[in-house]
């Protein structure tokens, strides 16, 4: 077998046909009233201005305020808090004594957008000022897609996580698998900071399911370890099942279903790379086999493969027992506002077809868009049949005038 031959495979172009399931509904937006606050935060010399639009068509948390000044300033802020009423409270500081005419529109991250809104904002001498800002609740999404919320008050906690996409592999069988790997390359690279996300494969291996790929920032005892790879099955707790290498760790746990976790932090390096399953035998019991996790980077010079840890599962040989799904999922745990859509940072994901036993998978994928799920994913099918798929919506945060990019092919 060719040692890389998903090198060439990541080169092959992107056809034209696209999968894109955009909502194509506009919202709308009206502002209700403006108040001004003495707050102490903003200084001396300034007040804050709140101002309340009620905003129809959209879940909230999908929303982007954008707004410019007579000066051509422009102010992009996700929408992260209501009042009691359900209005957008649009709140910032301005300097005292000063008329303008500001424009605020909403946009969703498929790139609809609500009619401008003009109005004056004044906060000269002569207008009324309060002294205290407005309560706010926290966005919680108003859709029945509550995957993963918390389980006693999901009503009042609201949705931390999102799986954005699936797509689907119809690969499964009675061939026992000797080794599963996943080509792929990422444009940029995932980074840490900003909204984590999972690039994940799930399956069954002997009924017993599984997920492994790279996550933007690996937990352990509540402190952040950057960008790592994660291999997690579940019907276990026992520590025999796992073997972690020098520089990762495990968790066991029973918030998920009883599951055992290898985890490693990794220097992710662009170009080329696979995450790659081998199974052995497990010498000690004859009854179980282990699944080793490596992560292959390509370089200029030299491919580098890095093992991350293997888990054990039962039986002589090991068999798929359903079908390989990719999936993308963008989570916060500090704070259920900043499953906000607009805060999941761009990314640009090339997964060439799994190769399993060394051979390509030869049927399409087929793309599923969960019900009710926030659409800021774009999916194109490749010729290999692999998939693209791509971020929209907030394309560039370090440049605020590219709003949505370039158009994808």
Known sequence: MNPLPWLLILLAPTPANALDARNTSAPTATLEKIRLVEHPPCGANQLRVEAFFRVKGVDPA????????PLR??????????????????GYCAPRGERKLVETRFLTVQGESTPVISHPVSTTPDQPVEKSTTPLLGIHRTTGYMQFADKQQPETKGTCCWHHVYVKHGWQGATAISEITIPMQFTPLPKPEGH????????????????????????LRGKD??????FSRWDSQDPKD?????????????????????RKPVNLMPGPMALRLSARPDPASGSHV?????????????????????????????????????????????SVSRANSWLVPFFDWSIAAPLINGKPVTTKPAVEFPE??????R??????????????GLINADDPADLFGPPVP
């Open 62 to 69: 999908d929303l982007l305020i954008v707004q410019t000044d």
């Open 73 to 90: 300033e422009v102010t992009r802020t996700p929408v992260l808090g209501m009042d009691p009423e359900g209005r957008i409270v649009h």
């Open 196 to 219: 984590h996300l999972y690039f994940m494969l799930y399956s069954a291996i002997n009924e017993i399911k599984f997920y492994l790929g790279l996550q933007t920032n690996l937990k």
């Open 225 to 230: 370890h950057g960008v790592g790879a994660i």
């Open 242 to 262: 796992l073997h972690t290498v020098p520089g990762g760790f495990h968790e066991i746990g029973d918030y998920e279903g009883q599951f055992v976790s290898i």
């Open 290 to 334: 282990w699944l080793d996790f490596t992560l292959i980077q390509q370089t200029d010079s030299a491919k580098i493969a890095e093992p991350i840890g293997s888990l054990r599962f039962p039986g002589p040989t090991l068999r798929l027992s359903k079908k390989l799904k990719i999936a993308v999922e963008s989570y916060s745990l500090r």
């Open 372 to 377: 009710l799920a926030p659409r800021i994913l």
């Open 379 to 392: 999916v194109m099918q490749r010729p290999d049949n692999g998939v693209r798929i791509r971020r929209s």
